[in-house]
């Protein structure tokens, strides 16, 4: 039997902000939240559809003490589905999100960002028609 990539935690200060930008960024939407956690999707996993098939993972924010201090080794790409990347980036600098540098260099086809908590991620081509 195989494993499942069922979900991405984030580390973070206050997982009900970085919930709230990432549902309007991606369109999702809460799953499930507790006590220091909110999980949002795209989709409620169940047990029998997540053992049927490769689902979309959730993300999960959990809150933590302390703040980031280094650039992210693992960090998510998304492209804008319904308008040009500069349209997509100027919709995530109004939800909260930063232009950042991370070394990427003046040659690069993509926008690096980071969320309302310094979460590196980058804007990839549209893929609108």
């Known amino acids: 039997m195989t494993s499942r990539f069922t979900e991405l935690a984030v580390d973070c200060r206050d997982p009900e902000r970085l919930a709230a930008f990432w549902c309007e960024v991606l369109d999702f939407e809460v799953?499930?939240?507790?006590?220091?956690?909110?999980?949002i999707g795209s989709w409620v996993p169940t047990v029998e559809e997540v053992r049927a098939r490769?689902?979309?993972p959730t993300l999960l924010?959990?809150?933590?003490?302390?703040?980031?201090?280094?650039?992210?080794?693992?960090?998510?790409?998304?492209?804008?589905?319904?308008?040009?990347t500069e349209d997509e980036v100027t919709r995530l600098l109004a939800l909260g999100a930063t232009r950042t540098d991370v070394g990427q260099g003046p040659d690069r086809t993509w926008v690096?960002?980071?969320d309302p908590e310094g979460n590196e991620f980058c804007v990839?081509?549209?893929?609108?028609?």
């Not at 809150?63 to 998510?76: A, Q, S, Y």
């Open 31 to 39: 799953i499930d939240r507790s006590d220091g956690k909110v999980e």
């Open 54 to 56: 490769q689902m979309p």
């Open 61 to 84: 924010f959990l809150r933590v003490p302390e703040d980031r201090t280094v650039k992210n080794r693992l960090h998510p790409d998304v492209s804008p589905i319904d308008r040009s």
């Open 112 to 114: 690096v960002m980071a």
């Open 124 to 129: 990839l081509r549209t893929l609108a028609p």
